[in-house]
C-alpha cells in the first residue's frame, strides 16, 4: 500500500510541476565545476542562495535562474582538442574539453554576450562577433589529464587562434582559466 501512495504522489506531483525537459532531469552527480546564470532556458540548481552559495557572494553574483555542471556532465557533452600557444610558455599545449556552443545550448543559453568569472575575479566579456569568430572550448585537460586548482584549472576557456601561429597577448588575455561562471545575457 504504501508503494502505491508514493507512486500516487509522485505522479501527482508530475501533474502539478508539469514534465521537466531533458537537461532539467540531468543534475550534477559530482561536484559542480560550471553554473551558467542567467538568460537560460534550462535550470537543474535553485536560484541562488545567500547562505549556501558562499563563492557566489564572495563575487557579488546574484542569480533566479542558473544550469550547474559537474566534469562528467561537460565531458558527456564530446570533447575536441586544441593545440594551443602562446610565446611565454616555452611551447604548445594541448587542451581539450567540449565546445561552447555545445555548453550553452545544454544550458539553453541563447548565446552572446557572455560575462566568464574565474575563481580569482578575473572576467571577461565576450561579444557575439568574438563568439562567432572562434570555436571556443570549455578546457577540462590539459594534455589528457584533468585541469587542477593551480594548473589552470578547474576549466579553461579557450579557443585556437587562426593560422596556426601562437596566441597574440591581446588573444591570451581573452581565456579565462579557473573559470567557474558564465553569465548568459
Known amino acids: 500500500m504504501r508503494a502505491v501512495a508514493s507512486f500516487a504522489a509522485a505522479i501527482f ?3 502539478i510541476a508539469g514534465s521537466p525537459s531533458a537537461a532539467e532531469s540531468e543534475v550534477p552527480a559530482g561536484p559542480v565545476v560550471l553554473t551558467i546564470a542567467g538568460n537560460v532556458a534550462n535550470t537543474n540548481r535553485p536560484a541562488y542562495r545567500d547562505r549556501l552559495d558562499v563563492i557566489f557572494r564572495y563575487h557579488k553574483r546574484t542569480f533566479d535562474r542558473a544550469f550547474a555542471f559537474d566534469r562528467a ?12 600557444e602562446h610565446a611565454g610558455w616555452g611551447g604548445p ?6 565546445r ?6 545544454m544550458a539553453g543559453c541563447p548565446g ?4 566568464t568569472l574565474a575563481l580569482d575575479g578575473f572576467n571577461t ?4 562577433e568574438a563568439l562567432e569568430a572562434h570555436e571556443w572550448v570549455v578546457a577540462t585537460r590539459a594534455e ?10 578547474p576549466l ?7 593560422g596556426e601561429r601562437p596566441a597574440t597577448d591581446a588573444e591570451a588575455d581573452q581565456w579565462p582559466w579557473a573559470l567557474f561562471f558564465i553569465e548568459c545575457g
Open 144 to 153: 589528457d589529464r584533468p585541469l587542477g586548482l593551480g594548473e589552470r584549472g
Open 100 to 105: 561552447l556552443a555545445d555548453v550553452l545550448e
Open 73 to 84: 556532465m561537460l565531458e558527456g557533452l564530446g570533447t575536441v582538442a586544441l593545440r594551443i
Open 112 to 115: 552572446a554576450p557572455l560575462a
Open 93 to 98: 599545449t594541448t587542451v581539450s574539453g567540449p
Open 13 to 15: 506531483a508530475l501533474v
Open 156 to 162: 579553461w576557456l579557450v579557443f585556437d587562434p587562426p
Open 125 to 128: 566579456e565576450i561579444s557575439r
